[in-house]
Structure formats: structure tokens, C-alpha cells
């Protein structure tokens, strides 16, 4: 398909739309610019102007699934990372999952993985500690999510903060008699 047509046809927009819906059930959560690069690739479109990230956003939103943001730095003034749900019950809870990269491949960019899904990362890794200090726990889940470095001034290292303070607030980690987080036995 060229770009033209990509753009300008209106009878492909439900094929399209559904193509971006099939990217959701496969891979969510999933940012909008990540669906945006694969609905691209797998259309044969080498490059992505301007025209065609405003497409693919028609495309995600006539989709009509339920779309999160995320701001990874609180002093950002940007609008943040959109992400595309398969369904609204996940966009409320802790991922069931978290992805890892495969073996030589580089992670995702910490802006392209929900909270929701580091969360599940910490409370496995909190698990496999029997316990951990908050500190270690956010360096690593990081590891976990497949970061090599966690500096405290990254957005790897935010993701994995806002990771450990979610699962706090949906009562999936607590804080044993040690001072260590531990898996809550009622949330998991």
C-alpha cells in the first residue's frame, strides 16, 4: 500500500481500523506509537511523516478501545505516552503479564511500558526476594524489564518508582515488620 492510499482512502478505514484492533488484543498494552510504527511496517510504508502518524491516530481512535496516559516525568510539559488497551478492565488493574526482551535484543523504551505492566515486574521480583528494599526493588524491576542501568535520573528508573507506587495503591505490595516489600497475600 503507498502512503497515499494509506492516507487518503476512505474505504480502507475499517480494514485499517481493524488491523489496529488486531495489534491491541496481540500486544496491549501498546503505545500509540509503537502501533503506529507496526500498522506502517506491515502495510510496507518505509517512512512515517507527519500525515501518516495523524492517519494512524484517526485509525487507533475510531478503534474506540480504551486509551491510558502516562507521564513518566512530572516536569514534562508534553502531553505524555498514549497507550491502547484491548479492553477497559485492564486498563484498571495490574497486568496478569510483563515482557522481556528476547536474548540480544535491546528493551523496549521505558516510555513504550505501562505502569501497569512494570507492576507486575516489581511484584514478581518482590516475590522472588522474599522481600526487598524499595531502592532494590526499583532497580530491580528494572532489571527485570531487561535495563541494564537504572540511574536515578532516567525514565527507566521512574517507570519502575511509579511501578512500585501503583502496585502500592492497588494493595499488591506491602511492607513486612523488617521494613521490606513483600507481595500482599490478599492482592495479588
Known amino acids: 500500500m503507498t502512503s497515499e492510499e494509506f492516507c487518503d482512502d476512505p474505504y480502507r478505514t475499517k480494514a485499517l481500523t ?11 498494552p501498546v503505545s500509540f506509537e509503537h502501533v503506529t510504527a507496526e500498522v506502517l511496517e506491515m502495510l510496507g510504508i518505509p517512512k512515517s511523516t507527519a500525515k501518516l502518524k495523524a492517519r494512524c491516530n484517526y485509525l487507533i481512535k475510531a478503534s474506540k478501545l480504551p486509551v491510558t496516559v502516562q507521564k513518566l516525568n512530572q516536569d514534562d510539559s508534553g502531553d505524555g505516552t498514549k497507550f491502547l488497551w484491548a479492553d ?16 540480544g535484543e535491546k528493551p523496549r523504551k521505558a516510555c513504550d511500558i505501562a505502569v501497569q505492566e512494570a507492576a507486575r515486574a516489581a511484584i514478581d521480583t518482590a516475590e522472588s526476594q522474599y522481600g526487598i528494599p524499595r531502592e532494590s526493588l ?6 527485570a524489564l531487561g535495563f541494564a542501568r537504572t540511574a536515578s535520573n532516567t525514565e527507566c528508573y521512574r517507570l519502575c518508582e ?3 507506587d501503583y502496585a502500592f495503591r492497588k494493595g499488591a505490595l506491602s511492607v513486612d515488620n523488617n521494613g521490606f516489600i513483600t507481595p500482599s497475600t490478599t492482592n495479588i
Open 18 to 28: 481493524e488491523l489496529v484492533v488486531r495489534i491491541a488484543q496481540a500486544e496491549a
Open 88 to 103: 477497559m478492565q485492564a486498563t484498571i488493574g495490574i497486568c496478569p503479564f510483563y515482557r522481556i526482551p528476547k536474548t
Open 138 to 143: 526499583i532497580t530491580e524491576t528494572a532489571k
Open 162 to 164: 511509579q511501578a512500585v
